[in-house]
């Protein structure tokens, strides 16, 4: 399997300022990687698929970037709703594989 | 608009089987490429993929959990069944569906919280 590892488990910011938020795949998987919102008692929801393009609706502050096994979810200027957990995806290989999280918090 | 909701019982007995339905909308499981998935998360932890189903009927299975689990369609019904068996306390989850109109997983349900008993 491929374990995606995401770093780090928790990022304290400002509201107004950048997050940056790391996801490392064990192996490659080129750009088959998505990233997801999720907050308290919400489901997922898609921000980012094929490592940077950004899903419909999705504010342009959200950036990514990455291939292979080092990606990165961007986030300038944040916003008070934008603090929730995020998880990557890996849709590469089979079994599909998501990181552990990370905790965005004020 | 794509919609999904999942559906099935919210408290389970432990060895019991469980069943959920996702349903859903805005799709066709009739058309090229396009699949349906479950993904659960226990409490306070990180998501965790189950099953795949394609509109060719393709299934693929989460290798730890392959021989606990079943995944159906029913296109006339614009329905995915999920079936786990022998459930255990450990499989307290809230259980998503989601469409894979592409590869990535968008939309999702809302979730169905199960749990199971001893």
Redesign the interface.
């Known amino acids: ?1 491929i374990v995606m590892t995401q770093s780090p488990a928790t990022l304290s910011v400002s509201p107004g300022e950048r997050a940056t938020l790391s996801c490392r795949a064990s192996q490659s998987v080129g750009s ?1 990687l ?1 990233w ?1 919102q999720q907050k308290p008692g ?5 921000l980012i ?2 490592a940077s393009s950004r ?1 419909t609706l999705i504010p342009a502050r959200f950036s990514a970037s990455g291939s292979g096994t080092e990606f990165t979810l961007t986030i300038t200027s944040l916003q008070s709703e934008d603090f929730a957990l995020y ?1 990557c ?1 890996q ?1 590469s290989n ?8 990370t905790k965005l918090e004020i | 608009q794509i919609t999904v909701k999942e559906s099935g019982p919210m408290l389970v007995q432990a060895t019991q089987t469980l069943t959920l339905t996702c349903t859903f909308s805005g799709f066709s499981l009739n058309t090229d490429g396009v699949a349906v ?1 479950w ?1 659960r998360q226990p409490p306070g932890k ?4 189950l099953a ?1 189903i394609y509109w060719d009927d393709d299934k ?1 299975y ?2 730890s959990l392959k021989d606990r689990l079943t995944i159906t369609k029913d296109t006339s019904k614009n329905e995915v069944v999920l079936r786990m068996t022998n459930m255990d306390p450990m499989d307290t989850a809230t259980y ?1 569906c989601a469409a894979a109109i ?10 169905t919280l199960v749990t199971v008993s001893s």
């Open positions: 399997d088959n998505a997801y919400q489901a997922p929801r898609l698929y094929a899903s998880f995806h849709y089979w079994p599909q594989t998501f990181g552990q999280g | 998935a993904i990180a998501l965790e993929w795949h693929r989460s290798p998503f592409s590869f990535w997983f968008d939309p999702w349900g809302p979730g």
